[in-house]
């Protein structure tokens, strides 16, 4: 394929994995050791506010611990030496692609290190600990916070922006990802109706392996830099193509 002029990028926790943060599915994964119906869900957090809390300030102390991959650091990279338009769309909540350099990125299921109000509805950095007497920095209500993070049964962000961009792309990479859970499990097609060339980079064949035009299996930190190295070497070709002299 010749260099792209629109790249989207979706990430899932696979990304993550090599920075130390587990995944969902994996074996011993997150959802094999606590039932993602307590607290990943608006009726979880209804049932049981402490248990949810305690499960994202868990979380969010992890990512004082952590660093990101060398995955991490050439998607951040990619984004400042591709010349066309490039969209880093990631299901993860941690804050690794933004400590690796990406900016034009959207969390589609929130952020750990983000606060959300349900009295005033206005969000909030948070870096410590939340409980049922947090405060809301904004309206002063107390009780009334949670983690803004996208549960099950609740609608993505950014939903748009993201359709926007994979309609006019022609090229779709998913990264880590198990493609178990939509609307991030769709993109893929929605992408191949554009148009787009479709490759997945994982470590095995995801739900939605028969979807992509090209599959690249192995090690995040391995095979996503070498992705890119070829990704933009082949900008830098298409580039002297345009301005060496005519044969
Ligand atoms: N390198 C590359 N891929 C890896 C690595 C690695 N080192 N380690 C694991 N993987 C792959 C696994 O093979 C798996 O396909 O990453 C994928 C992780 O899948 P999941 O654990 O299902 O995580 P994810 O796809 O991000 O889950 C999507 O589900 O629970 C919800 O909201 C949560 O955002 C999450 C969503």
Not at 9 to 29: H, P, V
Not at 73 to 100: C, K, M, P, W, Y
Not at 126 to 134: F, K, L, P
Not at 145 to 161: A, L, N, S, T
Request: proline letters at 4%; a negative charge.
């Amino acid at each position: 394929m010749g260099a792209p002029n629109s790249i989207v990028i979706l990430t899932g926790a696979g990304i993550s994995a090599e920075s130390g943060i587990d995944t969902f599915r994996d074996t011993n994964g997150i959802w094999s050791k606590v039932d993602y119906r307590d607290v990943a869900t608006p009726e979880g957090f209804a049932r049981n506010p402490g248990k949810v809390h305690a499960f994202y300030n868990e979380r969010r102390r992890g990512l004082l611990r952590v660093r990101p991959n060398a995955a991490h650091e050439a998607l951040g990279r990619l984004e400042a030496a591709f010349g066309g338009s490039f969209l880093l769309v990631t299901q993860n909540i941690d804050d690794l692609h933004e400590s690796a350099g990406s900016r034009r990125l959207l969390h589609m299921h929130g952020e750990v290190n983000s606060a959300l109000c349900e009295a005033c509805g206005k969000r909030s950095r948070w870096s410590g600990d939340m409980s049922i007497n947090s405060q809301c920095p904004h309206c002063g209500t107390v009780g009334r916070m949670r983690v803004d993070v996208v549960w099950f049964g609740e609608m993505p962000y950014h939903m748009d922006r993201i359709e926007a961009a994979i309609a006019a792309c022609d090229l779709f990479v998913s990264i880590g990802t198990s493609g178990n859970v939509y609307p991030a499990a769709g993109f893929v097609e929605q992408a191949r109706l554009a148009g787009a060339h479709t490759v997945e980079l994982n470590l095995e064949p995801s739900e939605g392996y028969s979807s992509f035009n090209e599959a690249i299996y192995g090690r995040a930190t391995e095979i996503v830099p070498e992705f890119v190295r070829q990704l933009l070497a082949a900008e830098v070709d298409a580039a002297f193509e345009r301005i060496s002299p005519l044969p």
